[in-house]
């Protein structure tokens, strides 16, 4: 199976922030690479598909980049809507994997 | 609008059996995989199964191969997860998504194993 490892596992920031969360997988996943967020209480959002392709909606300050087995998530300028948990999930093989999540809380 | 609704979920004794149900509108329903995904209470997002779209190619995480069946219906534009011989780590919210990059999300159904 292939791990998906995030890091930090948690972060602080203030609103206009720039933040940037990384997620490496076990072994080259072809940049099948999709990113979600989730509020409290609330079921993820899908935000990015195919390593750095915005899902429809989803503002730009989103994007997303990588190669191989290294990918990053930025938000460009962090808002209060952006205050969640992220994952990272790989589909490059079954099973899916999804990484362990990235809080992102009010500094 | 894309629609997803969970249903069928609730508490069951270590052993037992459950069904929960995804209603789907506002796509082409028969064109789409169809996944269920997992979160147990406080932890994150774990992948529990795919079917293609005719049905005919399903894949499962290796927590629940041998124990639990996805379906679905094209007719009716419903997936369906049988759960059998449940166990109390299987307790979590039940998600249903379109696609392998989870597209669109329902709300949930919560499933409880406990004695």
């Known amino acids: 199976d292939i791990q998906m490892t995030q890091s930090p596992p948690s972060l602080s920031a203030s609103v206009g922030d720039r933040v940037t969360i990384t997620c490496r997988a076990s072994q080259d996943i072809n940049n099948y690479l999709a990113w979600f967020q989730q509020q409290p209480g609330k079921a993820p959002k899908a935000l990015i598909y195919?390593?750095?392709s915005l899902q429809s909606g989803v503002p730009s300050r989103f994007s997303g980049s990588g190669s191989g087995t290294d990918f990053t998530l930025t938000i460009s300028s962090l808002q209060p809507e952006d205050f969640a948990t992220y994952y990272c999930q790989q589909y490059n093989d079954y099973p899916l994997t999804f990484g362990g999540g990235t809080k992102v809380e009010i500094k | 609008e894309v629609q997803l609704v969970e249903s069928g979920g609730g508490l069951v004794q270590p052993g037992g059996s459950l069904r929960v149900s995804c209603a789907a509108s506002?796509?082409?329903?028969?064109?789409?995989?169809l996944s269920w995904v997992r979160q147990a209470p406080g932890k994150g997002l774990e992948w529990v199964a795919i079917i293609n779209q005719d049905g005919s190619e399903k894949f499962y995480a290796d927590s629940v191969k041998g124990r639990f069946t996805i379906s679905r219906d094209n007719a009716r534009t419903s997936l369906y997860l049988q759960m059998n011989s449940l166990r109390v780590e299987d307790t979590a919210a039940y998600f249903c998504?379109?696609?392998?990059?989870?597209?669109?999300w329902g709300q949930g159904t919560q499933v409880t194993v406990s004695s």
């Open positions: 998504t379109i696609d392998v990059i989870g597209r669109h």
């Open positions: 506002g796509f082409t329903f028969s064109s789409h995989y």
């Open positions: 195919a390593t750095s």
